[in-house]
């Protein structure tokens, strides 16, 4: 059953429309029913409240002025990391990681900041 704070996507006649975040669920004085209160995740945000059964909340169809609805609980894809063989860390793994760092020009020069502290550059501009 969605609960408060769950994203749901809403279907409208076999074809999802919105995301919804659920507000509130309370008890409609009519016995079994939920006032459902719902944020519409659109632009401009709106606010509605629907009158739905548990049944209902739970992922059943039901119709809403001649129109079959449904709501489904969003939740997040779960990642899996597929590790063929695990390894650990190695030498020559680090070393392979720093032979594919070079710079791509061949020409190029690697600055050392200590080497340019120990020239004399004259005396600090004060």
Request: proline share 9%.
């Amino acid at each position: 059953m969605a609960t408060i704070n769950d994203v749901v996507l809403i279907y409208l006649e076999d074809s999802p429309v919105s995301f919804a975040r659920v507000e509130s669920i309370l008890p409609d004085p009519k016995k079994d029913w939920y006032q459902i209160k719902l944020l519409m995740l659109q632009i401009p945000l709106q606010v509605v409240t629907w009158i739905l059964k548990d049944d209902y909340i739970n992922g059943e169809e039901f119709h809403m002025n001649g129109k079959k609805m449904k709501l489904k609980t969003v939740e997040c894809p779960r990642e899996e990391f597929v590790l063929s063989h695990p390894q650990k860390p190695s030498r020559d793994l680090a070393e392979n990681f720093l032979q594919q760092e070079k710079p791509e020009e061949p020409d190029a020069k690697i600055i050392s900041f200590s080497d340019l502290k120990k020239k004399d550059h004259g005396p600090d501009p004060k």
